[in-house]
């Protein structure tokens, strides 16, 4: 391999704005603006200031009448402020006829075959260090970019079987996904002509950081909007009346618990040995306190746990869209005195709960509900049960009655690895070590596998170092360019390869240690180093699922014993299927 | 039933089936007194090339033709049914010529090796999963590195703080010598827990004639045998696998060739029959 060198300029943020026809006198007018015009630019440092964010990390669009901004279901980071006209945002969901969404097409076979026949023979070959380069095998990168020009099919038709809400100048929208990064709840389009502020999650989570005027403005919208959209996509409320979905609205109680970026004070080595650590995950209610409301998990995951001796024992996570303390909250009301909660509930990471009080559920929810709905609603937490508890850990069984779930359970919740939703799962007792995963994985990624035969394990199964396109990727909280991001469409999370300026932000932030930092060399296999330092230029590296190939993650096609195969790690059953499969 | 397991039963029956159709045409030729050497033959040779087929397939990264796991099925399938494919082609009877012995033979070892990867890729996995942490073939160096370096530096740590030299003495003369080289190829061809087991046994014995200080540093010793024991099985038995998949390999593209010429052979000194079928 040569071992020469190639000198350039290290890339920088902002070598690619959000938008280039940004200009100075837009700043100036947005700087005028609510609630820009209560910033001071002392707050920024000279590296960061105030105008250079405005200028690169935001955009103005003019959008027309009906013009989507952005669908429900859809993966994006970015935040909205309108400037000029309104936006109307449907609350209910939409047939995806109307939503006109397509998933990415793979390559074709040929374009594949060929594009692997002439790859280079040097790993990590960049034909440009900056912005302009690309890997030689790298899929397409992803982008945060606007659809120009699409708009809600039968848009009259929309209007009539949906529930709206118009949002007018000067009002923030589209914070729960850059704030969560989960996907958008709702869908946003123009109503009549209308001029926003695009803010990406890069220029946001710089003002939310240096502007409390900017860090309250939002959080406030996030609480407002996130509570009436969740309460309406929860199934059982689903079908309560507009009138009584606003009471229990008015009446319910939004809260965070733990950190946006909780990533920071996680540490996954020391989750692998046992220890009281659990008492460290923000506690949300406590086993034994009085059930006087049921909590309804917003976003973020939660452990649903119970005291045994001197340690917890885990009876179930709950995600988005779970409640908890149901049937102790509905036996309060109906013996007339306060019951225990048979479970604490704490928070994995960042979790928002809503919290329903007992006497909004007796007046506004529980009227509208039959008895097989309550049934099945108590019936899902039955196991948290005092007696069954006992029974559990005496028989090694879990609440769902099969052997060993339970273990993995704690197994997977206490590295959160819940958070996996395309995690990479090998069956050591199948896997012969013949390590065709990583051939293969490499001659589709710039001859350098993106992952690592390794991880933790619990038994035969063992999790990989390779991106799991977690339900939180907290590693895009710190990229300073939006280089990795969430295809908009799938959710599978990618590096743009020429907007990486080799940071490293998202390699420290993955509590999974699932991305590299490599070495980038010239079609010649000379080394890019910066001319400044003389050392070498670096790129993040992971697992892209092989979004781009036909058939598939290579690595899963690559294994001849069916030992290796992505996994949603959230779906703790499907795991314990595939690893007790014959 | 799990979905794997009916996918194996639905391929083997469909391998049987083939077979069966291939024995029956050979025994309805055979008692029409047609020629069936020709038709087992070609029938063998494709399966021979076909087994090959996946070779290439494991190559190309990105196929258009399904999974590895799908392939390997084919395979094994294929393999077990070259053996009555075979037995329909030269029923009974050994081979005689230095070619054809030279076909048989290599076919025997092919096969053979090919039933012994099946039966190890399916129970040293198990092994490897049951000991110790994980380890990556090439890792194993660096690991070894690792431990020697931690158990010099727990028996330095542990003399200095004794002044004793009686641990000392017996690491120099036992351990030191075990942490420093690599298994025997003995070992690593065939590895048991003997040696372990024979160097903690002595770590015990020795244990009563330790300071306390001491003492702590053997517990580590005793921590850091096994660690290398693991390490050395777990080299073991992934170096078995990979010289297995070698040989295997090494056999069946001379099996192939040679197959391959027997055929043509047969074809060439056949006569004006051969187009019609009636050799070798």
């Known amino acids: 391999m040569a071992d020469r060198e190639v000198a350039v300029a290290r890339p920088r943020r902002w070598a690619e704005p959000l938008d280039d026809r940004m200009r100075d006198v837009d700043v100036d007018r947005l700087l005028r603006l609510e609630p820009f015009c209560r910033i001071d630019p002392a707050d920024f440092p000279s590296f960061l200031p105030l105008r250079g964010i405005l200028r690169n990390d935001a955009r103005i669009r003019r959008l027309r009448p009906g013009e989507l901004i952005f669908r429900e279901g859809d993966y994006g980071s970015s935040v909205y402020l309108i400037l000029h006209g309104h936006v109307r945002v449907v609350l209910d969901r939409l047939p995806p006829a109307a939503l006109g969404r397509e998933l990415p097409r793979p390559q074709g076979w040929l374009a594949t075959i060929a594009r692997l026949a002439t790859r280079s023979r040097f790993p990590e070959v960049r034909r440009q260090a900056g912005p302009n380069g690309g890997s030689s095998t790298a899929a397409a990168p992803p982008r945060d970019a606007p659809r120009r020009g699409l708009f809600v099919a039968d848009l009259p038709a929309v209007l009539d079987a949906s529930h709206t809400a118009v949002l007018s100048a000067g009002e923030f929208f589209g914070e729960s996904a850059a704030l969560t990064r989960t996907p958008r709840a709702v869908t946003a389009y123009s109503d009549g002509e209308t001029t926003l502020l695009e803010l990406r999650w890069q220029g946001l989570r710089d003002l939310m950081q240096r502007t409390r005027v900017i860090r309250d403005h939002v959080e406030a919208v996030y609480r407002r909007n996130s509570l009436t959209v969740h309460l309406r996509e929860t199934p059982f409320l689903a079908q309560l009346p507009p009138e009584a979905l606003q009471e229990v609205a008015d009446a319910a109680d939004f809260q965070a618990y733990g950190r946006f970026d909780w990533h920071e004070s996680f540490d996954p080595r020391a989750r692998s040995r046992s220890g009281g650590w659990i008492e460290d995950e923000p506690l949300i209610v406590e086993e034994g306190g009085a059930a006087d409301a049921v909590l309804l998990v917003r976003s973020g995951f939660a452990r649903l746990s119970r005291r045994v001796g001197n340690g917890h024992y885990t009876l179930a996570y709950l995600g988005r869209g779970e409640a908890c303390g149901w049937s102790e909250t509905v036996a309060s009301l109906e013996q007339g005195r306060p019951v225990p909660r048979r479970a604490s509930l704490r928070a994995v990471g960042y979790v928002d709960v809503v919290s329903i009080p007992a006497e909004a559920l007796a007046r506004h929810v529980l009227p509208f509900l039959g008895p097989a709905e309550r049934r099945s609603l108590a019936d899902g937490q039955a196991a948290a049960s005092p007696e069954s508890v006992a029974a559990l850990v005496a028989n090694g069984t879990s609440a769902a009655g099969a052997p060993h779930e339970q273990e993995l359970l704690e197994f997977l919740v206490e590295r959160r690895l819940i958070n996996g939703r395309q995690a990479m799962a090998i069956d050591l007792d199948r896997c012969t070590r013949c390590d065709d995963c990583v051939v293969a994985c490499a001659a589709v990624h710039d001859n350098n596998p993106r992952f690592v035969r390794q991880g933790p394990r619990h038994g035969p199964l063992q999790i990989a170092h390779a991106c799991m396109h977690c339900v939180d990727p907290v590693c895009m909280i710190g990229c300073p360019t939006g280089a990795i991001g969430r295809d908009e469409a799938t959710g599978v999370v990618r590096i743009n390869d020429p907007t990486c300026i080799g940071c490293g932000s998202c390699a420290t932030s993955c509590p999974y240690d699932n991305i590299r930092m490599v070495e980038i060399r010239t079609p010649a296999g000379e080394l890019w180093i910066d001319e400044a330092t003389r050392q070498p230029l670096l790129k993040a590296a992971k697992c892209d699922l092989c979004a781009d190939l036909p058939g598939g993650p290579a690595c899963q096609n690559a294994c001849p014993h069916d030992a290796l195969v992505r996994l949603d790690l959230s779906r703790v059953d499907r795991v314990a299927a595939w690893k007790h499969r014959p | ?280």
Not at chain 2, 7 to 18: E, Y
Not at chain 2, 120 to 137: A, D, N, Q, Y
Not at chain 2, 192 to 206: G, I, M, Q
């Open chain 2, 1 to 280: 039933m799990s979905i794997l397991r009916r996918r194996w039963l639905r391929s083997a029956a469909i391998a049987s089936a083939v077979v069966g159709a291939i024995a029956a045409e050979t025994a309805r030729r055979r008692d029409a007194l047609e020629p069936t050497a020709a038709f087992t033959g070609w029938w063998l040779l494709g399966t021979l090339a076909f087994l090959m087929l996946f070779q290439l397939r494991k190559k190309i990264a990105a196929p258009p033709a399904g999974s590895a796991s799908l392939w390997m099925r084919g395979h094994l399938l294929a393999g077990f049914a070259a053996l009555p494919l075979l037995l329909l082609h030269a029923p009974w009877r050994l081979p005689n010529g230095a070619l054809e012995i030279a076909v048989a033979a290599l076919f025997a070892a092919a096969w053979c090796s090919g039933v012994l990867g099946f039966y190890w890729t399916r129970t040293l996995p198990r092994r490897l999963s049951s000991v110790g942490e994980e380890v990556l073939l090439e890792h194993v160096p660096r690991l070894r590195g690792q431990i020697r370096d931690r158990a010099s530096a727990a028996i330095l740590e542990g003399v200095r703080l004794s002044g004793d030299a009686t641990l000392g003495e017996f690491y120099r003369q036992r351990l030191q010598p075990y942490f420093d080289s690599a298994p025997r190829r003995t070992d690593r061809l065939f590895p048991s827990p003997r040696l372990r087991k024979t160097l903690l046994a002595e770590l015990t014995h020795v244990a009563r004639y330790l300071s306390d200080q001491e003492r702590s540093a053997a517990e580590q010793l005793f921590a850091l045998v096994r660690q290398r024991d693991a390490v050395d099985y777990h080299e073991a038995l992934q170096w078995r696998l990979r010289a297995w998949l070698v040989v295997h390999l090494a056999l069946t593209w001379p099996l192939l060739m040679a197959a391959g010429l027997h055929a043509w052979l047969a074809y060439v000194f056949a006569g004006d029959g051969a187009a019609g079928g009636s050799l070798p």
